[in-house]
Structures are given as C-alpha cells and as structure tokens.
C-alpha cells in the first residue's frame, strides 16, 4: 500500500511543490482547500487528476477532523496560513486565528482521531525578527517584528507542546524565504521579476519598490519541501532550519534580475514609502548545518539561478498573454 498525504495550504506555492514530490515518492495524495468563491487553483490545475481535494478550514476544527478521518494519513503537512507579512498588520486577528490556533485546531485533529500520524508544521524565519546572533540556528531565541512572526511563533511552540505533551510525531521547519515562478505576485521577489518582464516588453516604465536594503536568505521553494518530507522520514521527530546559509539585499535581488533581462536597473526603479514595513527585520541568515547533517538535505538552486528561473517564467507568461490578447 502506497502511503497518504494530507496537504493543508495545497494550492499554494509550497503545496503545489509537495504535491508533486509526494507524488513522484508513490502517495496518494489528498489536499485541504478552503471554500472560496473564486477559484485558486492553478498551481495545482496540472495534477488535479492525481489528487483529492478535501474542503475543510483551519478556522473549523469539526471539519478538520473529518477530513483527517477521510484521508486517513501517515503524513499530515500544515502548510496552509496568513503567509503575507504586510497584510498582517492590517488583519493581526484573523492572522492568529489562521497561523495560531489553526496550528493547534490541525493537532487537535491528530489527537483525536490517530497519535500516529506524523505531523509537520511550516514555521518561518520571520520568528527570528530582531535577531540575537548571526546567522540563525535552531536555539536562537525568536523576537517577532510583525503580527505574522508572532503567530508563527505560536504555532511553533504549540507543536512542540504537542510533541512533548502527547508524544505526537510532530516537527517544525523553520524555513528562511523560499521563492519560484508559482510565488504571489504581492510578494518582493515576484514583484521584482513580474516588474522586469513588463519593463522588458514594454508593459511598464518604472518599478516601485520599499527597502533596498532589507537582506533575505532567499531559496528555491522547490528544494525547501524535500526537506519537509525528509523531516517526516527520520526516526524521531526535530524542529530544523532550512536556509541557503547565505543573505542578500533586494538590491542584489534588483540587479540579478534587471541584468538577467539586459536592463540598468536605475533607470526604473523608485524607491516608494508605501511599501516600507512599520518594523523592519534584521539580519536574517539561517544556518542549516543540521538539516544538511542529519537529513542529509542540500539545496539544487542557488540565488542567482533562481532570479533567472523567474524573470524567465514571468517574460513566459507576459508574452503568452500578449499573444492571447492580440488574437
């Protein structure tokens, strides 16, 4: 018998990629999805007659305990949340009951209907916030700068509670930004290369962007879920940082892409106070020494290859579009 998989969150970015591994590994797989009344699936529209989808909600817990009763899984991935830091100040409330108390209504669920399913939660560099020490390892205390960082962080300390208290199989990943052509638009690093691909086709003239300077250890989301399930295969169950090790600035991450496309990137971009966070994170590098050394995990992407991965797959789509529009 294959194994099963129930996916929260699958029809984003770090869905869609584990969607596929697990699949590639031989799971049956099985996603929750929120009712919505627009569709939001086309990270997924490719596999959709490979997997099953479950309506259920974080908000809900009855209805995640039924959907754990149908999907009856080895594996449970909470991957689903208020993912979008800036919007966080603007619904904090709704962030915690998604990235907080979703956590523990989806262990709940687990406690309730089988121990033995293994857990995995998606914890976030952004709990570092005002970082004690550089670069960032497992032990290094959190001190959130946003609404998000503050729920992630409660969501990680209620797996680990659930873990020691009712000897749960139940990890946390701690990953540092991971990017892909299926990342938000409303995200930087999508916005920087979405912008490039316009400016480059004569769609846009100018690019507005908040703090060049904030610093990221930006990867590829691709290689960030092997880790998850990597975390899920080990004998016992551990809370790991997954990073590239390296930092850059969105100045850096500006340059790689206006280059990639053949452009000067001070022609078009202005610098807009609309888009500055009330409070900026610092320094945030992991250092991923015991994902490499005890899941034997490596990354295949570096920084600059995943730049040109999107700006590539942003011009992709910006000219199919042209080309729909013009028939």
Not at 175 to 203: M, Y
Not at 279 to 288: F, Y
Request: proline share 4%.
């Amino acid at each position: 018998m294959s194994k099963r998989a129930l996916i929260t969150g699958i029809t984003g970015q770090d869905g869609s990629y584990l969607a596929e591994l697990l699949l590639e590994q031989g799971y049956t797989v099985y996603g929750v999805a929120r009712r919505l009344s627009a569709p939001n699936g086309w990270r997924i529209a490719h596999l959709r007659d490979r997997i099953t989808i479950i309506q259920a909600d974080l908000l809900d817990q009855l209805s995640l305990i039924k959907a754990v009763e149908q999907a009856d899984p080895h594996e449970f991935y909470n991957l689903a949340a208020m993912s979008f830091v800036p919007t966080s100040w603007d619904e904090p409330m709704l962030t915690g009951e998604f990235n907080s108390q979703g956590v523990t209504r989806a262990l709940e669920a687990i406690r309730r209907v089988n121990t033995k399913i293994r857990f995995y939660q998606a914890s976030s560099s952004e709990m570092y916030g005002r970082v004690r020490e550089v670069p960032q390892t497992e032990l290094t205390p959190f001190y959130p700068r946003s609404p998000y960082g503050v729920s992630k962080v409660y969501g990680h300390y209620i797996t680990v509670n659930y873990r020691e208290s009712y000897g749960l199989f139940a990890c946390s990943g701690i990953l540092f930004n991971h990017e892909s052509p299926r990342r938000g638009l409303e995200f930087v690093t999508r916005k920087v290369t979405d912008g490039v691909a316009r400016i480059k086709l004569g769609l846009a003239d100018h690019l507005g962007l908040g703090n060049l300077d904030a610093c990221r250890d930006w990867g590829f989301a691709g290689d960030y879920v092997r880790a998850m399930w990597l975390m899920l295969q080990q004998d016992q169950p551990d809370d790991y940082v997954v990073s590239m090790g390296v930092a850059h600035s969105v100045q850096e991450l500006v340059e790689a892409a206006f280059a990639h496309a053949g452009l000067d990137w001070q022609q078009y971009v202005r610098t807009d106070p609309r888009f500055l966070r009330p409070a900026e994170v610092d320094h945030l590098i992991g250092d991923p020494t015991k994902a490499h050394r005890q899941l034997g995990w490596q990354p295949s992407v570096d920084f600059t290859r995943l730049v040109q991965m999107m700006v590539d797959a942003d011009l992709a789509r910006h000219s199919r579009e042209a080309k729909i529009a013009a028939l």
